[in-house]
């Protein structure tokens, strides 16, 4: 491992990791782990404390959209790492620092087990499951606030089946909204570079007051992602009725 010294047009300095090729090692993985070395993300959520660079996302969808409020009470699909239930635990008081706010709650779900996040509940579940809607409002105490999920299926490495698999998971995170989330409720996903497909599109607008589909910063620039915010839900039956006429 060495580092290069590219001097900027100001005088100052900038360290650049560059990693050789280790025996038994693909070129991709080096590549990989140099630019995880090199991204600034990364670095910044090592030294905040976060568990991944992916908690930037959210945060700069929030600062933009404001969905994680006090008091608010968030599901986090496919939570592993944590980063975003770290940052939906800070921003809803869900730990009750702030006296003067009201508390909220976050829930994590995954299908593995994850270390546990101060002010979160974090369960082993498949949101898949048939009684994974009941559990859920069960540990809630009611209907959720917010349903997010920055969950992304295992590449295959054909673009046509991956883009397929994200947007199943989009499509099944967004059936789970529909039935715990409550009205006024607001839905994160991530999808693909094109945004919600037109049908799913169509739906959301439907179901919500305000949709957008948009690329934070924190999504590195060579990525196909994007995510989608719904706001303002408009009531689980309206969700249920166009969910039954999918499956028609």
């Not at 290069?4 to 100001?10: A, F, I, L, P």
């Not at 991709?28 to 090592?46: F, G, H, I």
């Not at 975003?84 to 087990?113: F, I, T």
């Not at 915010?229 to 689980?236: C, N, S, T």
């Amino acid at each position: 491992m060495t580092t290069d010294k590219n001097t900027s047009g100001r005088g100052q300095r900038e360290l650049r990791v560059r990693v050789k090729t280790a025996k038994g090692r693909k070129l991709s993985s080096t590549l990989w782990l140099e630019r995880q070395l090199n991204d600034p993300y990364v670095q910044r959520a090592k030294k905040e404390g976060y568990r991944g660079r992916a908690a930037y996302k959210i945060l700069e969808l929030d600062d933009k959209y404001g969905f994680l409020k006090p008091g608010s009470r968030v599901v986090d699909l496919g939570c592993a790492p944590g980063g975003w239930c770290q940052v939906a635990v800070a921003r809803v008081n869900a730990l009750g620092e702030n006296a003067k706010k009201p508390q909220g709650s976050v829930l994590g779900v995954d299908l593995q087990e994850i270390d546990p996040i101060p002010g979160a509940q974090i369960h082993v579940l498949d949101f898949l499951s048939d009684e994974a809607d009941a559990l859920v409002k069960g540990w809630l105490g009611g209907k959720a606030d917010v349903v997010m999920s920055d969950m992304a299926a295992a590449a295959s490495g054909h673009k046509g089946t991956d883009h397929l698999r994200i947007i199943a998971l989009v499509e099944a995170a967004l059936a789970f909204a529909f039935d715990v989330l409550d009205e006024g409720g607001t839905f994160v996903a991530k999808v693909l570079a094109g945004g919600a497909e037109n049908e799913m599109q169509t739906l959301l607008k439907k179901n919500f007051r305000k949709v957008a589909n948009v690329k934070p910063p924190a999504s590195r620039s060579d990525s196909s992602e994007k995510f989608v915010v719904a706001q303002g839900f408009r009531g689980a039956s309206l969700g249920a009725d166009e969910a039954d006429e999918d499956q028609d």
